[in-house]
């Protein structure tokens, strides 16, 4: 599958999934490079949403696959991205990992696959890259199992709280380059009827957060009671 043949929600403008596609394209090459500071984050939030052989993983908007090392050898897992060298790059270290990954060019904002197909879903340095957050964090909830949860791993305003002005200043260039500095993550989530259910952890000065969310409704509770 191409890129350009994708299934992608109407609701953004061309020229911005087409820029959208085009940046990361361009990061490919050094992409683990500029992501090297955001590893101990990546480790600790993968830690918490604790994946095991038996879960099924899907990665939403792999990259070049940099959570695969930290996760299960033996799980079954999928990847999306929407830049095929993104896809390649996963696939490539998959090989190198011995792990079995497929690795596949999607929009994570329609995703290409049933309801209830996954049992841990990865949404790391992807909701606040997307131009639609809503339908990419609709999107992971409709493919998760009832009692699945979701590690998100991402840039996010504090909870209930207004972006400040550094970012507000920032956000235009930071949002054309590389992601919104200006999202807040509760509000994506409970329209997807996900909740958090552990303490956010934050890395480098706040700026990163990394919690599980599962569904509203989930029967097993065993992530402890959110807290800031
Ligand atoms: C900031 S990188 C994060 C990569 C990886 N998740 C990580 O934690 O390092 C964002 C990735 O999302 C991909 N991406 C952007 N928009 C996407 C979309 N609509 N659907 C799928 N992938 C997308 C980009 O190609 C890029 O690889």
Redesign the pocket.
Known sequence: MTSDS?R?PTASPGWM?WW??TR??L??PI?DWL?RP?EEG?KRAIEQVAPSSDDRIL??????G??LEYLPREAEITA????PE?VRRTTSKAGALNMNVDAQV????ALPFEDDSFDVV?L???LS???DPKA?AAEAARVLASNGRVSI?DKFVPSGTEPSLLRKALNPLARFL??DLTRELDPLLSQADLEVVTPRKSSLGGLYTAAVARPIHAVDTGYGTASE
């Open positions: 994708v992608s999934r959208n596609r990361y394209q990061y490919a992409y992501a955001l990546r990665i939403l908007g792999s990259g070049p940099s959570d999306v991205d929407v830049v993104m999607g929009d994570v904002q990865l790391h340095l992807i890259v997307v131009p990419a791993y590389f992601s």
